[in-house]
C-alpha cells in the first residue's frame, strides 16, 4: 500500500527501510551528519523533515529545525522527483532546483552516505 509522500507512515517506511539497508548502515557507521530537508510549494504547505545521521543512531523527523549542518531547500516537485530517481540529485544542484547552505564540505565527504540514503528509499511505494 502507498504512503504519502512526507506524511508521519512516509517517515516510518523510510526509518525501516534506512534500518534495513545494508549500503546505508555501512555508509552511516562513519558518518555525523544533520540535514533539514524544506519542501516548499507542497499539497501540506511549505514543510520539511530532518535527517539525523550518527554512528550510534539515525532521526528523521518532520518539522524544521535551524541547527543542523545542512540545509537543503526545494519545491515539491523536485523533492518528488528526486525521491522517484526522475530527478539526479547533482543535476538539481547545478540547475538551481535545489539550494544547499551550511557546512558544503562535510556534505561532500559524506556522499555515499547520502547516495546510499535514495537507494534505501527508493523501493517505497510512495503516493506524490
Known sequence: MAVKFLSPEWLSEVTTALENHQGFQEAARDMELAIQFNVLESPLGDTGYHLMITPQAIT?????????????????????????????????FITGKIKVAGNLAKLMVHRNGIEQWLAAVSDIDVEY
Not at 73 to 86: F, H, L, P, R, V
Open 60 to 92: 528523521i523527523a518532520l518539522g524544521v529545525r535551524e541547527d543542523l549542518d545542512i540545509t537543503i531547500s526545494q519545491n515539491y516537485e523536485t523533492a518528488a522527483a528526486i525521491m522517484k530517481g526522475d530527478l539526479n540529485v547533482q543535476s538539481a
